[in-house]
């Protein structure tokens, strides 16, 4: 296809006198905004990443320490030398994790017992034991996990996907962010868009029932009518548009417009989830009070990604609820029993639709938490080893990759730093992190910065 | 990424920031903002006033300049909306496009700092910095019932330009300085703003949080530092020591909660006839007391039984033998155990039930005698000439004192030791940080707020990161100017009033939005101002404009919040749209600000949650926005009050109402060719000349000229 800049075309479109039929085409400009195709054949056609804000304890869910618990009560070894915490937890003594792991499946993953069904899908996991990130602090963290960045003001994960590649469904936002009723820490900074086009940031659903309000035509008001208000819109934005062609934001302004215009056609089947049948919303947890309302954004995720959308994200427990500073057991008791069905559900009924081929699961926080204690049940942020979990989409199921050292402190092997997983993400997607680029201030910008390495002992 | 790798790419991303100019040149120090302000020198700029001159000196370096001037519509909309949120009205368009002094702008620019709006706008964007809020947060998130006058206060103080160094002295101690006015103790509601968990188990804990709360928004409220990162470790990179955060927070240790009356007199009246009234009733209500009794006892134990015993048993103590931070943790445990919520007649059943019900009745009788409760103020005030101790606390953590700290002010700023001067009831701390911070050397203050103003008028400070003067934050793109500015605003008497008048007089004001391909190249973060920086309106403008130019604004001023219309799906979730319409179609700045339940149309327009101080909000462009636009019913009523005024103001004929229609909504005229599509739009339009004039009149609320002001 004739490649013309975003501009021309649509002074091209408008200058054909076409009305909203110009819409539709107008939609294709969003994906040739960005450099429009594949690196390389990719696996993962769409991503859902479920988002455990606070930081989740490794040692606790996916990676047994024995010598912790031979070792409780005691410090680190001399051989450690100083560890800086947030909470100056360095000194401490070791907490012994109090769960019983075990290997689920037929490989090498191991599973606590606080995550009973994801060990039903143990086999489907892609386990880096040996991630590790440059915050101390939840919002910095937050914020490098989504844009590789503890400072704000990149464009995030999502963003460059869309940018990368577009979305294969025109009618609902390619990148889709499912807050639960917290606040993620940092807010639209972690599904901005930084300095590229406003057009490929993050679309914020409500949680709840209802994730978009005012879905629906207001009464009386016909689809004619609202059609033809649409064209006049377009048409009066694109005069105006003229002479501040130079600003993006009008541009993906109009845009979100038209993409609205299709929503309000698409989104009420996406939330309406009375064809899904009972067995299916029993296995998201539905109908339990805890799992309730994750089960739910978990299902929407699902329904959301078979409709082509690309990249969703998730947040379970938004404004640092995994913040397991002061007890470790009642914390992660509360949130896996939260997170753990929904999450298992999910892998399971992508794989049983055929999906999870072509779906990125990825199961994480910001960071991971202590081996060291923080007052007598606690555990401290750690950036310096820690689990993210990948699912399908071309990763390689049933592995452990990565270790932590004997405590789980620190990651030893096959260390996986967070533009490492960004830069592995990526490459599932068919995108190559060092061509994904953006020319901003007369630099290429790209998601991993400068660095970055595919972890290709995670690829299927 | 490493340290060093990451090093590397700040210091390119520097370089091509600021351009091959600047190289070589003195580099900003990192803590500049701690130091004294000196006076610059004006750099001498042909035909241009010191602003000018200052910015003009930057462009040129760059050989770029000031884009030409914004025409009159364009810049009478554009000081309109900066100076008090709202569109200008034909007759203010017409009027100003038909002076032709020398002076034309200037007038404008008085008759906006005059009018009462200014305040309603200027206020906005304070209550952001002081996360202002109307509930409590967390899960229970109750009302405050009386949080709605501090609003008013800083509306009024706005509009009345109070100088700013009393505005300061009046929110951190105006129980202290100014016992007697009433809206000084309004004024202490900044310190009651933290989000609390009252029902909270773990006193200890819930008080080390007010307290972290009201320290951090003081520090970046009123001196643009990030004290935050202080309550844990020394701060790595500012020059504020972990212990300077507890010297801080020692200024505001012995706080106290109080629920004081706006009228003393009215007050007294009130108890007297409440006195009578109990007398009168005394035998009903002992035999509801009666009855009452176990059921409250039982409910009174079990909320004790939640607490610590050490906390819960101080209950019982006389206060006197209490120290101040045991009388503190009282009176937490003690407003829950005795909240009047341990009592609900659901809680009786049979004879009991029906007896109390009866006696109810009995009282219900003398209810014409029962006077109303006083007006009552949201205050902060200390609970006596002692003070609690401060403890440096380890890594944050209020289980592990380091040390008593005793109050004194940031050491990389003054060293001397704070003269406290108690009053009769407290211990005249925040007196005398409020002294310290409003003063004139101290150096933060008056950059501080210059840079605010000029956020709100330039989209940026000239400190891009307007809460964090510091080390972690950004450097000046104009440090010269920032310190000229603030000495001007010392000078000025700490006149905000001033400050928009001198900014929005500029050339740099002045100039167009779009700037030449040259300075797009060059600059395109527009840090040197080569053109105006186009803005979206945020949620309340937009409201305000939708209610202004559609003749429905309600212009009442003060008073209680109001609560409008929300969308179906969020009916039933504590917001009940006010009884009274013309009460809903007030301006967005009189909406009630529920913490948990953020009125949806700013909420989608990025306004901030209210849960911590926000200095400068984000800007998201989302298709539910736009869906919001379209498809809201407020929308659409809104619509169709703006086709009433447009078809009375411009009578049948299409081609005046759609000349009308632009210039009441965007303030210009349309071009021939909006005219004819306009025109076509009407006449190709299937109902009704008034129902083809709504959807018209939609469609313009809809359109990027109508959201965005150049």
Excluded at chain 2, 443 to 450: D, F, K, N, S
Aim: net charge neutral; with cysteine; hydrophobic share 35%.
């Amino acid at each position: 296809m004739t490649r013309f800049s975003a501009p021309s075309r649509r002074r091209f479109l408008q200058s054909a006198g076409l009305g909203l039929g110009s819409i539709a085409l107008a939609a294709e400009l969003q994906a040739e905004d960005a450099n429009g195709k594949m690196h390389h054949a990719a696996k993962a056609k769409a991503v859902i990443f479920l988002f455990m804000e606070g930081g989740p304890s490794h040692v606790d869910l996916f990676d047994p320490k024995p010598e912790l618990t031979k070792h409780h009560g005691q410090k680190l070894p001399a051989s450690f030398g100083r560890v800086v915490t947030p909470m100056g937890t360095g000194g401490n003594t070791l907490l012994a994790s109090k769960r019983k792991f075990t290997k689920p499946g037929k490989s090498d993953v191991e599973v606590s017992d606080w995550l009973p069904h994801m060990a039903g899908v143990a086999d489907d996991l892609c386990v880096m034991r040996a991630c590790w990130a440059d915050g101390l602090n939840h919002v910095g963290s937050v914020c490098q996990m989504n844009t590789g960045s503890v400072l704000a003001g990149r464009a995030s994960l999502g963003s460059w996907a869309l940018y990368g590649l577009g979305s294969e469904n025109k009618n609902l936002p390619g990148f889709v962010v499912l807050s639960d009723t917290g606040e993620v820490l940092g807010g639209a900074r972690n599904w901005g868009t930084g300095f590229m086009p406003a057009t490929h940031q993050g679309t914020l659903f409500r949680p709840g029932p209802s994730p978009i309000l005012n879905l629906a035509k207001p009464a009386g008001v016909t689809a004619e009518q609202q059609k033809n208000k649409l064209d006049l819109i377009t048409k009066l934005n694109g005069i105006h548009g003229r002479e501040r062609s130079s600003d993006s934001e009008l541009n993906a302004r109009q845009s979100a417009y038209e993409l609205a215009f299709r929503m309000q056609a698409t989104a009420p089947d996406v939330i309406d989830f009375s064809k899904e049948d009972a067995k299916t919303k029993e296995a998201y947890g539905l109908d339990r009070k805890e799992t309730a309302e994750f089960g739910h954004r978990c299902l929407l995720a699902r329904r959301l990604v078979e409709r082509g959308v690309r990249f969703v994200q998730i947040y379970c427990g938004a404004g640092s609820q995994w913040d397991a500073h002061g007890d470790i057991e009642g914390n992660h008791t509360k949130m896996c029993l939260r997170a753990d069905q929904p999450s298992a559900a999910l892998i399971r009924d992508l794989k049983q639709r055929g999906m999870l081929d072509d779906t990125l699961v990825i199961w994480g926080g910001e960071f991971g938490r202590t081996p060291m204690s923080e007052g007598s049940t606690g555990r401290d942020h750690n950036p310096f080893g820690f689990t993210t979990v990948l699912a399908g989409g071309g990763s390689k199921p049933g592995t452990v990759y990565g270790k932590t050292d004997d405590f789980g402190l620190r990651g030893v092997e096959g260390k996986m730093h967070v533009h490492d997983l960004h830069a592995t993400i990526l490459h599932l997607m068919g995108l190559d992190h060092e061509k994904l680029t953006y020319r901003y201030l007369g630099r290429d910008e790209r998601l991993t910065i400068t660095e970055g390495v595919v972890a290709q002992e995670v690829l299927r | 990424m490493t340290s060093t790798s990451f090093r590397r790419y700040v210091l390119f991303a520097w370089v091509a920031l600021v351009g091959s100019d600047l190289r070589g040149a003195e580099p900003t120090p990192a803590d500049w903002a701690f130091r004294p302000v000196l006076a610059p020198a004006v750099p001498p700029v042909k035909s241009a006033g010191p602003i000018d001159a200052f910015l003009l000196t930057q462009l040129e370096s760059q050989k770029l300049g000031f884009s030409p001037r914004a025409d009159r519509g364009t810049l009478l909309r554009r000081v309109t909306f900066d100076l008090i949120g709202l569109p200008p009205t034909p007759e203010e368009i017409g009027a100003f496009q038909n002076d032709t002094s020398p002076r034309a702008f200037e007038k404008v620019v008085d008759r906006l700092l005059e009018s009462p709006r200014y305040g309603e706008r200027a206020a906005l964007f304070w209550l952001d910095l002081v996360r202002f809020a109307e509930t409590d947060g967390f899960k229970a998130d109750d009302t405050r019932p009386n949080a709605w006058r501090y609003r008013d206060y800083v509306i009024e103080s706005f509009n009345a330009d109070k100088p700013f160094d009393r505005f300061i002295r009046e929110q951190i101690a105006g129980d202290e300085l100014y016992p007697n006015d009433p809206r000084a103790l309004v004024a202490t509601g900044f310190l009651r703003h933290y989000p609390d968990e009252y029902n909270a188990v773990n006193l200890e804990q819930r008080r080390q949080e007010i307290l972290n709360d009201i320290t951090d928004t003081a520090g970046a409220t009123f001196l643009g530092v990030t004290l935050g990162c202080c309550r844990c470790h020394d701060h790595k990179t500012d020059p504020i020591a972990q212990k300077d955060y507890y010297r801080i927070q020692s200024f505001f240790a012995g706080y106290n909660p109080v629920e004081v009356p706006v009228d003393p007199k009215a007050a007294a009246e009130y108890d007297g006839k409440l006195a009578a009234w109990k007398s009168k009733t005394e035998a009903i209500r002992a035999k509801m007391t009666d009855i009452e009794k176990p059921h409250r006892e039982k409910a009174e134990a079990k909320e004790r039984f939640r607490f610590q015993v050490e906390h819960s048993r101080l209950i019982d103590l006389p206060p006197e033998k209490l120290t101040p931070l045991e009388r503190q943790l009282a009176a937490m445990a003690s407003k829950q155990v005795y909240s009047d919520k341990r009592f609900a007649p659901t809680m009786l059943k049979g004879d009991e039930k029906k007896n109390w019900d009866a006696h109810a009745k009995e009282l219900a009788a003398f209810d014409a005698d029962k006077p109303k409760p006083p007006a009552m103020i949201h205050a902060m005030t200390d609970l006596g000439r002692e003070s609690p101790p401060t403890h440096n606390l380890k890594r944050g953590d209020w289980r592990k004192p380091d040390g008593v700290i005793e109050p004194a002010f940031l050491s990389k700023i003054s060293t001397i030791v704070p003269k406290l001067t108690p009053t009769a009831t407290t211990p005249g701390r925040r007196t005398a940080l409020a002294n310290w911070i409003a003063g004139v050397d101290n150096p933060l203050t008056a950059r501080v707020m210059v840079n605010r103003i000029w956020q709100q008028h330039f989209g940026k400070g000239i400190v891009a990161s307007s809460s964090d003067l510091g080390q972690t934050g950004d450097r000046p793109t104009h440090p010269e100017l920032l310190d000229w500015l603030s000495l001007e605003f010392v000078k000025s008497g700490w006149s905000v009033k001033y400050l928009h008048k001198v900014m929005v007089l500029t050339q740099a004001y002045r100039q167009g939005s779009e700037g030449s391909a040259e300075s797009m190249k060059l600059d395109p973060e527009n840090r040197r101002l080569g053109h105006f920086p186009r803005r979206r309106l945020d949620g309340e403008a937009l409201r305000d404009a939708c209610l202004a130019v559609s003749g429905q604004l309600n212009l009442k001023a003060g008073g209680p919040s109001i609560f409008p219309d929300v969308p179906a799906e969020l009916k039933g979730s504590g917001w009940k749209p006010s009884a009274d319409i013309a009460e809903r179609n007030r301006r967005s700045i009189y909406v009630f600000v529920k913490r948990n339940l953020r009125y949806p149309m700013f909420a989608l327009f990025d306004s901030p949650d209210r849960s911590e101080s926000c200095s400068r909000r984000f800007v998201t462009t989302t298709a539910p926005q736009a869906l919001a636009l379209l498809n809201d019913p407020t929308m659409l009523s809104f619509a169709q009050s703006l086709a009433q005024r447009v078809m009375k103001e411009a009578g049948p004929k299409p081609e005046a109402q759609v000349e009308r229609l632009f210039v009441v909504t965007l303030g210009r005229k349309p071009t021939t060719e909006e005219s004819a599509a306009l025109t076509d739009f009407l006449q190709r339009h299937k109902g009704t000349p008034t129902e083809a004039l709504v959807d018209l009149g939609h469609a313009v609320f809809n359109l990027n000229e109508f959201l965005y002001v150049d």
